[in-house]
Nanobody, 127 residues
Framework: QVQLVESGGGLVQAGGSLRLSCVAS????????MGWYRQAPGKQRELVAS?????????ADSVRGRFSISKDNADNKVYLYLQMNSLKPEDSGVYYC???????????????????WGQGTQVTVSS
């Protein structure tokens, strides 16, 4: 069983910074991609940033240049971080850690995708 646990959320003033952390533990597969999503009240969950490797990172246009994402492996766990700088009120929401493991299941190339989510951590940016 895989568990993703986020931490680091909180209340911060506009212009401030926060660092979110996510720890993946348990029977961890080789994740193909990990990322952070957020969901504001009344809105759909959206991708904030994702990482496949140190060179392959993706950011939402709204956070590019302000947020950074990184990943580390240690102690049979995977650590995912989101450094958020120059925060804006519109960055507020519940931030979720996400991981995906994709494998080819047969000679036809069919894929099996296992998705994992954390419970979320609240980020509130005051104006």
């Amino acid at each position: 069983q895989v568990q993703l646990v986020e931490s680091g959320g909180g209340l911060v003033q506009a212009g401030g910074s926060l660092r979110l952390s996510c720890v993946a533990s348990g029977n961890i597969p080789n994740f193909n991609v990990m990322g952070w999503y957020r969901q504001a009240p009344g809105k759909q969950r959206e991708l904030v940033a994702s990482i496949m490797s140190s060179r392959l990172k993706n950011f939402a246009d709204s956070v590019r240049g302000r947020f950074s994402i990184s990943k580390d492996n240690a102690d049979n766990k995977v650590y995912l971080y989101l450094q958020m700088n120059s925060l804006k009120p519109e960055d507020s929401g519940v931030y979720y850690c996400h991981a995906r493991h994709t494998v080819v299941v047969n000679e036809a190339g069919d894929l099996k995708k296992d998705e994992y989510w954390g419970q979320g951590t609240q980020v509130t940016v005051s104006s």
